[in-house]
């Protein structure tokens, strides 16, 4: 066998993920799958349940923070059924419709699911409502949604200045606004236009530059009226809107396939095709980088599929070379800096990754922990205030290393463990459940050849 993988478990019941490739090396052949896109799961989980009449889902994401989604908007009183890959039928209640929780709603580990029904909730008139997370999740900043809805009419209390969870809401009538986000964040975003459905005249949101628009196509799917300025970077809700059931396919999550991409690129003798991968424009700044880094990737069987851009992903090995990776690109692949680090490392020349301190409040400080994780395997690698600058060519060595309990970091370290000599242990390799349930299967997969 190529490589050698097995999960240990810890007596403090983490997992760890133990990667040894042979000395004659491998190459990643064939075709595979990745999950379903995290985002798009998500909001067709809340609009499906916000809308009336029946939602189908068809390749939900299967991973903890769709799991949380779904826990709340059912304790919210939407009906939805067992969650699987094939097929998720949701019977929606209607906007207005949400039930005041008998508990507090848990958001377990996802920004996502908080964030985006903050809005949801602070439009509820007359019921209120709590919600917090696990530990991860209530150290991360919410104010970037509270002061929007803030500046709507929202009533919401939390700890240190209502910016960190548990958050106390109690709905209101809100009025529209136009707010000018300091930052381009999908989750802002998708709170304020969320929170604008049941509000009554024109809520816009203007960001310094695009975001990903999942929510924008898929509102207007489910009947919503929205208008979208590219060039200002806006988007308004017309309120108050009526949303109807959908069949809802979800495409394969380009932030999976991503780990993927990067591993063929530079693995020597790979051949890989990622099948079914959505290509939102929104969200391929990962293509491009790795384009202007000399990857071989090819779309084929490009087509659209409930709204969305599908193609699969032909990649093959080929040499890299260094670029920098600034400016209005970075919210387009924000989640996908850990695995480009790692492309980085095997990357000919200096590498400069800036304008990403977003990174800082993630799962976690994405930015000091790949710069200190990926360097104890040897990388040249710097952290900047906003960034890391990494030299590309040093050889890595295995060593143990650890996720933080962050799913990007436990598999940008595997996808680093495949070029690397010796053993490497990823500690706490579990969190990889949040996104992508079966990454170890996969790789396990791929490298048995």
Known sequence: MPVAIETRKTPENHQTLVIKPAADGLALRGRLRVPGDKSISHRALMLGSLAEGETVIEGLLLGEDPLS???????????????????????????????EPGNVLDAGNSGTT?????????????????????????????????????????????????????????????????????????????????????????????????????????LRAFGANLTVDPETCSVTVHGPATLRGQTVVVPGDISSAAFWLVAAAIVPGSDLVIENVGVNPTRTGILEVLAQMGADITPENEREVAGEPVADLRVRHSALKACTIAGDIIPRLIDEIPILAVAAAFAEGTTVI????????????????????????????????????????????????????????????????????????????????????????????????
């Open 114 to 218: 908080m964030r985006l029904m903050m809005g949801i909730l602070a439009s509820h008139s007359d019921r209120f409502f709590v919600v917090t997370g696990d530990d991860s999740l209530r150290s991360r900043p919410m104010s970037r949604v509270v002061k929007p809805l803030q500046q709507m009419g929202a009533q919401i209390w939390g700890r240190k200045g209502n910016s960190l969870a548990p958050l106390a809401v109690q709905g209101q009538r809100l009025k529209p606004t136009h707010y000018q986000s300091p930052i381009a964040s999908a989750q802002v975003k998708s709170c304020v236009l969320l929170a604008g459905l049941m509000t009554e005249g024109d809520t816009t949101v203007t960001e310094p530059a695009l975001s990903r628009d999942h929510s924008e196509r898929m």
């Open 69 to 99: 989604t779904a826990h709340c908007f059912r304790a919210l009183g939407a009906d939805i059924s067992e969650l699987n890959s094939q097929q998720v039928r949701i019977q929606g209640i209607g906007l207005g419709n949400l039930r």
């Open 354 to 449: 800036r304008d990403a301190a977003e990174l800082r409040v993630k799962e976690s400080d994405r930015l000091a922990v790949m710069a200190t994780q990926l360097g104890q395997m040897g990388a040249q690698i710097t952290e900047l205030p906003d960034g890391l600058e990494i030299t590309g060519g040093a050889a890595l060595t295995g060593t143990a290393v650890d996720s933080y309990t962050d799913h990007r970091i436990a598999m940008s370290l595997a996808i680093a463990a495949l070029n690397a000599t010796g053993e490497t242990q990823i500690h706490r390799a579990e969190a990889a459940a949040i996104s992508y349930p079966d990454f170890t299967d996969s790789l396990r997969q791929l490298c048995d050849q």
